[in-house]
T-cell receptor, first 112, second 114 residues
Framework: GESVGLHLPTLSVQEGDNSIINCAYSNSASDYFIWYKQESGKGPQFIIDIRSNMDKRQGQRVTVLLNKTVKHLSLQIAATQPGDSAVYFC???????????FGKGTMLLVSP | DADVTQTPRNRITKTGKRIMLECSQT?????MYWYRQDPGLGLRLIYY???????NKGEISDGYSVSRQAQAKFSLSLESAIPNQTALYFC?????????????FGEGSRLTVL
């Protein structure tokens, strides 16, 4: 999910399906990554994080996969529910930076 | 009550006016941030502060200034607002002692400059 201009990449799924949201990060030396969920009208909220010394981390219904070879991060949501509809952002901690750098986001739409 | 509170939540103003967005937090965090969100562009960092006497520019600081009045308060000012500053603004905090640097966001302040 990288976006171009004003168009946000959108993933549409049916309730109960598994969702996979992708993110390409910029710096091969980044050592920490976070996924945030932003519901309409609200601020982003933390979902799950992963360090660069890991390939996979699981939470409740969510799994983050890290492929350092191709600088790719993915968020898998199992049994997607309508309440999962939101914009999802990945963020990376780049070396030499004191703050997180965010991707442009992917909108997830879950239909009943 | 929200841990990170932003005021106002919505504001419409005219070109050339001075605007201040305020942020207060009850999380006890030392680090505070201001981000701007535009459709399709994600979150971009305007300014950040790691303690009361520390102010740092982010990637898009031109046209903005900040003030860290106390550990719990961080305000963002637009000295002379222009239409391309129309956006959704977020304040965030993080804990100095959290190595990961997870951010906690407010609900956002929507600013429209006519």
């Amino acid at each position: 999910g990288e976006s171009v201009g004003l168009h946000l990449p959108t993933l549409s799924v049916q309730e109960g399906d598994n969702s996979i949201i992708n993110c390409a990060y910029s710096n091969s030396a980044s050592d920490y990554f976070i996924w945030y969920k932003q519901e309409s009208g609200k601020g982003p909220q933390f979902i799950i994080d992963i360090r660069s010394n890991m390939d996979k981390r699981q939470g409740q219904r969510v799994t983050v996969l890290l492929n350092k070879t191709v600088k790719h991060l993915s968020l898998q949501i199992a049994a997607t529910q309508p309440g999962d509809s939101a914009v999802y952002f990945c963020a990376e901690k780049r070396p030499g930076y004191s703050t997180l750098t965010f991707g442009k986001g992917t909108m997830l739409l879950v239909s009943p | 009550d929200a841990d990170v509170t932003q005021t106002p939540r919505n504001r419409i103003t005219k070109t050339g006016k001075r605007i201040m967005l305020e942020c207060s937090q009850t999380k006890g965090h030392d680090r505070m941030y201001w981000y701007r969100q535009d459709p399709g562009l994600g979150l971009r960092l305007i300014y950040y502060s790691f303690d009361v006497k520390d102010i740092n520019k982010g990637e898009i600081s031109d046209g903005y200034s900040v003030s860290r009045q106390a550990q719990a308060k961080f305000s963002l000012s637009l000295e002379s607002a222009i239409p391309n500053q129309t956006a959704l603004y977020f304040c965030a905090t993080s804990d100095l002692y959290t190595v990961t640097g997870e951010l906690f966001f407010g609900e956002g302040s929507r600013l429209t400059v006519l």
